[in-house]
């Protein structure tokens, strides 16, 4: 037998085997399939299953100091609402928005309006011009996503 006849054995013997070990290979591979698997047995959540609950509201009668004009709550989907009250140019805005990622829009009679993400939570904002003029009837309006629980809250600075 000659050297170089050997690495010629060994190439064509290795074919041969490739194809047993592949065909043993398939054989344990199908085996294991037709018994149950972790992943057949743990059961996916269900479509219907709720969120998670979102944080609670902040009770913004807490977080404010000075006299409060005017406090709302809103019920569940109230997507729009209005309310009368009589500022000066001196008072804070307070705002609370939870359960959607969408903007909250407020707006008082047309000469102020902010938009506030959701998922951003409780904030304040102050209006000061002075010389504080005397109170005016003015109306504030909150445009909230539908699925969104907010409160609102305006006080007068003391």
């Not at 398939?26 to 399939?33: F, G, K, Q, T, V």
């Not at 219907?48 to 709550?73: C, E, I, Q, Y």
């Not at 003029?133 to 809250?153: F, G």
Request: hydrophobic share 45%.
């Amino acid at each position: 037998m000659m050297l170089a006849d050997l690495p010629l054995r060994r190439l064509g013997r290795f074919p041969v085997g490739f194809i047993v070990v592949m065909l043993l290979m398939a054989a344990c591979s199908e085996r294991l399939s037709a018994e149950p698997s972790l992943s057949t047995q743990v059961s996916a959540p269900s479509p219907s299953a709720s969120p998670p609950p979102a944080r609670p509201l902040v009770d913004l009668r807490t977080k404010v100091k000075g006299k409060v004009l005017l406090h709302h709550v809103a019920d569940d989907g109230d997507a729009e609402w209005a309310g009368k009250l009589k500022v000066g140019n001196s008072y804070m805005i307070a705002v609370d928005c939870a359960g959607s990622q969408a903007k909250l829009t407020i707006v008082i009679s047309e000469g102020f309006q902010t938009l506030r993400q959701c998922a951003a939570g409780y904030t304040t904002f102050t209006l000061d011009d002075y010389p504080v003029s005397k109170p005016e009837p003015h109306t504030l309006t909150v445009k909230a996503p539908a699925d969104a629980r907010w409160a609102v809250l305006v006080a007068r600075l003391s």
